[in-house]
């Protein structure tokens, strides 16, 4: 009975113990002084540490909310980033969990193959993929605008969602220079659902477009890739 007691306080002794996070302290942080909203408050790699998910982004914090670190946790045995693995995941995971219907959705061909993109009309790569996807068939691809660059930017995708036909205005806007021209005669208040993509994006950590989603393969790019690359990731599955 000694020898086990001893084992029991040596193991208490040695080994690091959690210490319970203080979530109230956690949130008056983040929440109260920084106004950032948390998704999540889980243990890290590191006893005494927490891990934050604030807008979309990974924070570190200590169990009484006194330091917190903004950057990315590698570990030094293997020099693997564990917050970017992070991020891929939770970002995958809310993917798969889309609004659709604040989307842009156009259709080609049959439309069996599924992508998603968010863009900015004033984004040069962007209407360069739009090009690319032109030489793309089969596909439903569904595009949510996040007006970044310039308040023009937010002008256009305004008139692009109030367009009689979202789909031909945003294309022949990309692909031709047509500017869009909100359909009169009928009620649109574009704002929310642009409000809505944006703080999507944002949780999404998409700082930039176009940014593309693939859901049958769950491939993440971040930028621009040719019709070929597309068509590859489109007929990839997960498994």
Same mark, same amino acid.
Do not use: H
């Given at each position: 009975?000694?020898?086990?007691?001893?084992?029991?306080? *040596?193991?208490?002794?040695?080994?690091?113990?959690?210490?319970?996070?203080?979530?109230?302290?956690?949130?008056?942080? $983040?929440?109260?002084?920084?106004?950032?909203?948390?998704?999540?408050?889980?243990?890290?790699?590191? @006893?005494?540490?927490?891990?934050?998910?604030?807008?979309?982004?990974?924070?570190?914090? +200590?169990?009484?909310?006194?330091? /917190?670190? @903004?950057?990315?946790? #590698?570990?030094?045995?293997?020099?693997?980033?564990?917050?970017?693995?992070?991020?891929?995941?939770?970002?995958?995971?809310?993917?798969?969990?889309?609004?659709? +219907?604040?989307?842009?959705?156009?259709?080609?061909?049959?439309?069996?193959?599924?992508? #998603?993109? /968010?863009?900015?009309?004033?984004?040069?790569?962007?209407?360069?993929?739009? &090009?690319?996807?032109?030489? #793309?068939?089969?596909?439903?691809?569904?595009? /949510?605008?996040?007006?970044?660059?310039?308040?023009?930017?937010?002008?256009?995708?305004?008139?692009?969602?109030?367009?009689?036909?979202? @789909?031909?205005?945003?294309?022949?806007?990309?692909?031709?220079?047509?500017?869009?021209?909100? @359909?009169?005669?009928?009620?649109?208040?574009?704002?929310?659902?642009?409000?809505?993509?944006? &703080?999507?994006?944002?949780?999404?950590?998409?700082?930039?477009?176009?940014?593309? $989603?693939?859901?049958?393969?769950?491939?993440?790019?971040?930028? *621009?890739?040719?019709?070929?690359?597309?068509? &590859?990731?489109?007929?990839?599955?997960?498994?």
């Amino acid at each position: 009975m000694k020898i086990k007691a001893l084992a029991l306080l *040596f193991v208490s002794l040695v080994l690091p113990a959690y210490v319970q996070a203080d979530d109230n302290a956690i949130r008056a942080l $983040f929440e109260g002084k920084l106004g950032s909203k948390i998704e999540q408050i889980n243990k890290s790699p590191i @006893a005494g540490l927490y891990e934050v998910v604030v807008d979309g982004q990974f924070m570190y914090v +200590d169990e009484k909310a006194n330091y /917190f670190i @903004a950057g990315s946790l #590698v570990d030094a045995r293997t020099m693997k980033n564990v917050t970017a693995d992070k991020k891929v995941a939770l970002a995958e995971k809310k993917l798969g969990q889309l609004p659709y +219907d604040q989307a842009v959705k156009l259709i080609r061909g049959n439309g069996k193959n599924v992508m #998603v993109t /968010f863009e900015d009309p004033n984004c040069g790569y962007c209407k360069k993929l739009a &090009k690319e996807l032109k030489q #793309v068939n089969d596909v439903t691809i569904y595009t /949510f605008m996040i007006p970044i660059l310039s308040e023009d930017s937010a002008s256009k995708s305004k008139a692009i969602w109030c367009a009689a036909d979202r @789909a031909k205005t945003w294309s022949d806007w990309m692909t031709n220079g047509v500017l869009p021209v909100a @359909a009169t005669g009928r009620k649109c208040d574009a704002g929310p659902v642009l409000d809505k993509n944006l &703080k999507l994006s944002q949780s999404l950590g998409i700082r930039g477009t176009p940014f593309i $989603f693939f859901p049958a393969s769950k491939q993440q790019v971040g930028g *621009f890739i040719p019709a070929a690359e597309i068509e &590859k990731a489109l007929t990839k599955s997960d498994g």
